[in-house]
């Protein structure tokens, strides 16, 4: 073959190798690899029969010194943030229980139906050990708000507000000694790659402070694998 | 002629040895100022700019130092590399001589002058012709990236936020790249002298339009990497204010960007109206001349309304005003009008100038008179004069005034006729002509071909009810990609193998031009029609993953994708590769008849020892005395 | 395309008539994108006043803050009268530089000049005590975009307006005065463009 022939076709490879080079380079850096997995803890019996059980203990925070982002907070350490980490795995078809202890204070949802607790088991949740199914949406510190991508998997919605620390409980520094600790558990459906999300405006931004932290992966949204068991 | 070595008496330094600034600075200096401005900014505002106050609950002192910062990169940038010298040297009343003139145009620097603020419209020209090449470069990367992460349903190769990121950064940055693509290289370059000029008419402007360019990218490559430009290219606001840091850089860019884009028009359009040769009247002037003056004469109006809206997006951003936030007094529908009023004339920026490229290489390739040369030019004036009444009709859905949806569906189909003008033209001249079968000859067909699909699915969105169901789909990204792509850039890619043995002094290499020329032709309509299925199927555009139904579609366009990045590298191999070793090229390869064929190669510093006068008009092929 | 290569009269150094048009021109095309930019500050202004979205146009008085209240715009006029003032001065100095009179053409650019720094500290007095803040609803916004435009042009005024001067001063202007002209052009745009900030704002 004429040697500019195999030269063009050289270009075509190097160049091809370069794209793809800064591809990888791309798909690898995810803003926060780190992965919480549920951890097992026997069955549970449910309406659609005993299923193996697990559990995922997280907390919601005013700032971003305890979660993944490193003890001095990171870029935003004034940024609010869930921890220990905001990507989360477990298994498919199975009991999961979910723990949320909030740290923050809070206001006024802009959505009143993020007051309401969705897709858990018998609709319900537990404040600080009350069974609730909805709580007042003037104050609201965060939500736990998971639902599905458009595809073919099925889907799964499930949110959870998270009650307000009053303010007179929030210290000057450090965190409140008496969070609110909420609980809830749900049912997945096949193995797919899912995100959760808050839904109480706790961002900032110039409109409706929605930006910020609540527009940046690995604060107040992340990941959540379901993987076949 | 004096040369750079017979230095002015008044040039500081002369005692010392050392050389006048003008003559230290380059791209070098550029770089070190406008880093070192930047840091410096970015570290004083971090120390000294108050934090903000407690009752300011959207006051964003990050925005406020990131946007110092970008414009202090951006007014040492332009310091460094000499931008500020002629404006500096007029107000104190000392005007650069005859030997700074000539040291600023390039004489006798060889390769260094490519990396000065040089001002001769050659240098100027393939200047712009390499960045454009980066800019495709890497924007077709970044096509590559979201296509594979595309080529599977549930996506997740890449992070949904970087997918996100590199979807607007890929549009803008393209975008770019696709407005200076003949403007730049070829409008500079081949322009003057194909009217019969010496230079531009304001060289220095035409330097600072390159290195305006040159300095606005860092601020959108940054971007990616603080938060990135999360809302797709056409940046609406609201959604604008709540994204990241990335944001500012995307509003310099555009800032930049756009001044840049009107320092080009005044210059462009001066060069053309004061500056043909004698004889050239308006009916003797090329079709090229006029698809260059008319992209860049309405560039010159729509830029700066783009330009205003992000100053606003900036200001929104960094001092809390409120010109998009509804809640406080502001309007999303103000963006998206200052966006669109813009956003559509620049549409035919990019194509009439390809188009007129290629009315300019028909008759050089069926050796016959370009068919019907008033009816060219009544298309493109009528191009030009409708685009700027279309704007709406991207806002049908948007719920902005619903009794225009008439009017502007009206004047968008309208806008057809004169666009079918041009078709006739092409297709008038080609027809019963002695087809000479190269790389442009067979571009013109490509771009009847793309060109008419672009078009016809354009009239579909333009028509209010099948846009409701058509808006926000992967039928709108395959149409417009039809128009840009298709037709833009395969203009395009003919004026570089056309034109390049004038600027490079070599012919390109014949079969990889071929080669090139059907793997992208070919890749691009597998592509887009791939995308036309799923669009009408109804997948939205600007999405990460999808639903399995739509996996066939998006599967065939992934193919077409990589197929195209064949081409273009093998495109980009034929330049490297005919630039250094090429076959000579003859001063006229084409046996073309405008003026740019009769200067030998490499084109001398002046262009034209003595001025051209002309006595007809530039196509006359067969004809006797022409 | 016939072409004939006689010889071009000195093709070098063409006549000042024939570089001032074009840069005339020039100087026209890029007024024509600041015009471009100005009309659509002017369509902001009235689009916001006309929605008046959410009534925050001039927000309405709050338990936290008073209502915003719009400023006189004889303020704006000031300013507009101090720019007219500046391009009148320039025009005597182009007089008469026309009439070869170089002290008219100093004392002229030189008046402009000062009229030009009164005009442009006026406006900083102006933005620096206004009654509201950037965050006081759409008035305050588009008011100050405004006034950020003309101190824009205020400063480019300035500089063009010294530099005038400047090479007034030194002579340069003997042989040809095709610059003062030009000059002159934009003073008139300055002025028109301050006239139209001022005009948009006796609307509020």
């Known amino acids: 073959m004429n040697k500019r022939y195999i030269a063009a076709l050289g270009t075509v490879i190097l160049g091809a190798a370069v794209i793809a080079g800064i591809g990888t380079y791309v798909a690898s850096a995810k803003n926060d690899s780190r992965v919480l997995e549920a951890t097992p803890a026997g069955t549970m019996e449910t309406p659609e029969g005993t299923l193996p059980h697990y559990t995922l203990d997280m907390s919601a925070y005013p700032d971003s010194m305890s979660g993944s982002h490193g003890a001095d907070g990171g870029v935003h350490p004034d940024w609010v943030s869930y921890g220990p980490v905001t990507n989360f795995k477990v298994p498919a078809h199975s009991v999961i229980t979910i723990t949320i202890k909030q740290y923050d204070s809070g206001e006024r949802l802009s959505n009143d139906f993020f007051a309401t607790v969705h897709g858990t088991l018998d609709g319900t949740a537990t404040l600080d050990g009350q069974s609730i199914t909805n709580v007042d949406p003037e104050h609201v510190g965060h939500t736990f708000t998971l639902h599905g991508l458009a595809d073919a998997k099925s889907q799964l919605f499930v949110s959870v507000p998270l009650p307000a620390v009053e303010e007179a409980d929030m210290p000057d520094s450090g965190y409140t000694t008496s969070p609110r600790v909420v609980t809830f558990s749900f049912i997945t459906g096949d193995a797919g790659e899912y995100v959760w999300n808050c839904e109480y405006p706790c961002g900032d931004g110039t409109t409706a402070r929605f930006g910020g932290p609540m527009s940046t992966q690995g604060y107040m949204a992340g990941n959540f694998s379901v993987v076949k068991a | 002629m004096t040369t750079m070595m017979n230095r002015p008496a008044s040039a500081p330094g002369d005692a010392s040895g050392r050389k006048p600034l003008i003559e230290r600075l380059n791209i070098v200096t550029a770089l070190v100022v406008g880093t070192v401005s930047a840091i410096v900014i970015w570290q004083l505002a971090l120390h000294f700019l108050p934090q903000d106050a407690e009752t300011a609950s959207f006051f964003n002192r990050e925005d406020k130092i990131s946007l110092m910062s970008l414009i202090a990169w951006f007014v040492g940038f332009m310091t460094g590399i000499g931008a500020l010298i002629g404006p500096f040297r007029w107000a104190f009343g000392k005007d650069l001589n005859h030997d700074e003139n000539m040291f600023l145009a390039g004489k006798d620097q060889g390769i260094k002058r490519y990396f000065r603020y040089t001002t001769d419209h050659k240098v100027v020209g393939i200047q712009y012709l390499v960045i454009t090449i980066i800019i495709l470069f890497v924007g077709g990367t970044l096509a590559m990236l979201i296509r594979t992460n595309l080529g599977h349903p549930q996506g997740g190769w890449i992070h949904p936020q970087a997918y996100n990121a590199i979807v607007g950064w890929h549009g803008i940055i393209m975008i770019v790249a696709t407005i200076i693509m003949i403007t730049g290289p070829f409008g500079n370059f081949i322009m003057p002298i194909m009217i019969g000029a010496r230079d531009m008419a304001f060289p220095r402007l035409n330097a600072l339009s390159f290195w305006l360019i040159v300095a606005a990218i860092p601020p959108v490559f940054i971007s990616f990497f603080t938060g990135g430009i999360t809302t797709g290219w056409s940046a609406y606001n609201p959604l604008a204010s709540q994204a990241g840091l990335g944001m500012n850089g995307y509003i310099a860019f555009i800032c930049i960007f756009a001044i840049s884009t009107m320092v080009a028009g005044a210059n462009i359009t001066t060069t053309v109206v004061k500056m043909r040769a004698k004889g050239m009247t308006w009916n003797r002037t090329p079709i090229f001349i006029y698809g260059v003056v008319a992209s860049v004469a309405l560039a010159l109006p729509a830029f700066p309304v783009f330009f205003l809206s992000q100053i606003m997006s900036a200001m929104d951003r960094a001092f809390a005003t409120s010109f998009y936030n509804s809640a406080a007094g502001g309007s999303g529908w103000l963006y998206e009008n200052l966006f669109w009023i813009m956003g559509h004339p620049e549409v035919y920026v990019i194509l009439i100038p390809s188009v007129a490229a290629l009315m300019e290489m028909a008759p050089v390739f069926t050796r016959r008179p370009l068919f019907s040369f008033n009816l060219a030019i009544m298309g493109i004036a009528g191009i030009s004069g409708l685009s700027v009444l279309v704007w709406a009709h991207h806002m049908y859905i948007s719920g902005w005034a619903p009794l225009l949806n008439a009017p502007f569906m009206l004047t968008t189909e309208l806008i057809s006729i004169p666009t079918g003008m041009l078709f006739l033209v092409l297709i008038g001249t080609l027809w019963r002509g002695r087809l000479w079968m190269t790389m442009p000859l067979m571009s013109i067909f490509a771009l009847l071909w793309n060109f008419m699909i672009g078009g016809i699915t354009g009239i579909y969105l333009s028509d209010v009810p099948a846009d409701a169901f058509l808006h926000g789909s992967m039928y709108v990204t395959a149409h417009f990609h039809y128009t840009l792509m298709g037709a833009g850039l395969t203009g395009a890619l003919a004026s570089l193998v056309y034109w390049f043995p004038k600027m490079t002094g070599r012919m390109f290499d014949k079969t990889l031009s071929w080669v090139s020329f059907w793997l992208v032709q070919i890749g691009f309509n597998v592509a887009f029609i791939g995308m036309f299925l799923v669009g009408l199927a109804g997948q939205p555009r600007r999405v990460e993953s999808y639903a399995s139904i739509f996996n066939k579609g998006n599967l065939i366009t992934t193919m077409g994708a990589y197929t195209i990045m064949a081409g273009m590298l093998v495109l980009l191999h034929g330049v490297i590769s005919s630039w250094r070793n090429g076959v000579k090229a003859p001063m006229n390869p084409w046996q073309a008849k405008t003026l740019e064929w009769t200067v030998a190669n490499p084109v001398p510093l002046e262009n034209f020892e003595t001025l051209p006068v002309i006595t007809s008009d530039p196509y006359g092929y067969g004809k006797a005395q022409s | ?204």
């Not at chain 3, 030189?110 to 008035?139: D, E």
Request: charged fraction near 10%; include cysteine.
């Open chain 3, 1 to 204: 395309m016939s072409v004939e290569t006689h010889s071009h009269s000195n093709p070098h150094h063409e006549h000042p008539d024939v570089v001032g048009s074009r840069n005339r021109l020039g100087v026209i095309l890029i007024l024509v994108a600041d015009i471009a930019m100005a009309l659509s500050v002017l369509f902001v202004f009235f689009y916001l006043k006309g929605q008046n979205v959410n009534d925050m146009w001039l927000p309405a008085a709050t338990p936290d803050s008073p209502a915003v209240l719009a400023l006189s715009s004889k303020g704006t006029w000031y300013v507009t009268a101090l720019a007219g003032l500046g391009a009148a001065a320039h025009f005597y100095g182009l007089k008469g530089v026309r009439a070869a009179n170089r002290t008219q053409l100093v004392l002229g650019g030189g008046v402009a000049l000062v009229f030009s720094l009164a005009a442009l500290i006026y406006q900083f007095m102006q933005i620096s005590s206004a009654p509201f803040t950037t965050t006081s609803g759409a008035y305050a916004s588009c008011y100050y975009l405004i006034a950020a435009l003309n101190t824009l042009h205020l400063v480019l005024t300035v500089f063009i307006a010294f530099g005038n001067w400047n090479r007034s001063r030194l002579g340069i202007y003997v042989a040809d005065h095709w610059h003062v002209d030009i000059v002159n052009v934009w003073w008139i745009w300055m002025t028109v463009s301050s006239l139209l900030g001022a005009f948009a704002l006796s609307f509020a």
